[in-house]
């Protein structure tokens, strides 16, 4: 058998932990990643992986054997590139995770000036804020906003997130206009909070003001998990919250929500680019990373107004 094509095989188990996942991700039968892996293993003669029936691990032996392996095939992924695509167009398949609402405002619009420069790539484009993990889920990069809480990652940040605290003209009528941010967790109002999907944690609401910080969890009816649900819900007058800025602009605009508490602010969040550190940033990663910095450096709404704070745990919830 190919020992290149072996060890490829073996990364991708190690990565996805699981024969099945790899062979997937490889576009292979199951039963040609297990020889492929098995094949491996007698010509090194050790165990690199532990098998059961419910899960794969790797092996003290298996481990080390996967560090270095990982960089020859960068190295030689490296060598290719050079030679192959020096002079022509990046191609073939790309997968990338976006946030929901950076994808549906921001991302997607723009497609067409992405594929006319790149026709030959094809964009697998995950979208949602629940958090991918990049090495597992065989993605190339993503986009989000917080603060990164993954060390190991290559972030670039190429934006900044303002936040605004809005509701619609329906509620302010019924329960009145909050004259301040601890009347958010009184018996006359209501919120719409955020809660992550991987934890199921609510995200607090935070203000700030003259070197005040103030985190609430307010009272809220209804909490979502994702960013466009949260501004269908102000719009549906369920109650207050805090969106984006770019994606409450337009119905701040034409009337439909109402800024809320306006002399306080929300601290703002950068936006990333990520990417893992070993896997190798390709033509076609290089391509897409290179057009979204210029959208993102090009779009007025997420350019710094104040300084960012110093990083920190944020949450990611306004994607």
């Known amino acids: 058998m190919d020992q290149i094509s072996s060890m490829r095989c073996f990364v991708r188990v190690v990565e996805s932990g699981s024969f099945t996942r790899a062979a997937d991700l490889l576009s292979l039968p199951k039963g040609t990643v297990t020889k492929q892996i098995q094949h491996l ?13 419910r899960r794969v691990t790797v092996t003290p032996d298996g481990a080390a054997y996967y560090e270095r392996t990982l960089r020859l ?10 030679m192959t695509q020096a ?4 191609s073939g398949r790309l997968r990338v995770d976006v946030g929901a609402s950076i994808a549906r405002l921001l991302v997607i619009p723009a497609l067409p000036q992405f594929f006319a420069r790149n026709p030959s790539i094809q964009l697998d484009l995950g979208v949602g804020d629940r958090p991918v993990d990049l090495i597992a ?3 190339d990069c993503v986009v989000r906003a917080g603060s990164l809480t993954e060390q190991s990652l290559v972030a670039r940040r190429i934006g900044t997130l303002s936040v605004v605290t809005v509701a619609s003209p329906g509620y302010l009528r019924v329960h009145g206009m909050p004259a301040h941010p601890q ?7 209501r919120t719409i909070n955020y809660f992550s999907s991987r934890t199921g944690r ?8 003259d070197g005040e910080h103030l985190e609430l969890a307010g009272r809220y009816q209804l909490a979502v998990n994702e960013s466009n649900a949260l501004t269908s819900a102000a719009l549906a007058g369920l109650g207050i919250t805090q969106v984006a800025s770019f994606q409450a602009a337009p119905y701040l605009d034409d009337g439909s929500l109402v800024q809320v508490l306006p002399e306080w ?3 703002q969040l950068p936006i990333h680019l990520v990417y893992p550190p070993n896997r190798h940033l390709n033509a076609r990663v290089r391509a897409f990373a290179d057009w979204a910095i210029a959208l993102f450096g090009s779009t007025p709404a997420l350019q ?3 300084p960012l704070p110093a990083p920190q745990e944020a949450s990611t919830t306004l994607h």
């Open 202 to 209: 609510s995200f607090p609401h935070e203000f700030v003001q």
């Open 265 to 267: 602010s929300h601290p």
């Open 41 to 53: 293993e007698s010509r090194l003669r050790v165990q690199l992986l532990h098998r059961t029936t």
């Open 304 to 306: 710094a107004r104040e």
């Open 87 to 90: 002079n022509a167009a990046p």
């Open 137 to 139: 889920d065989n993605v």
């Open 73 to 82: 095939l960068a190295d030689l992924d490296d060598i290719e590139t050079s």
């Open 183 to 189: 009347d958010l967790e009184a018996d006359g109002h």
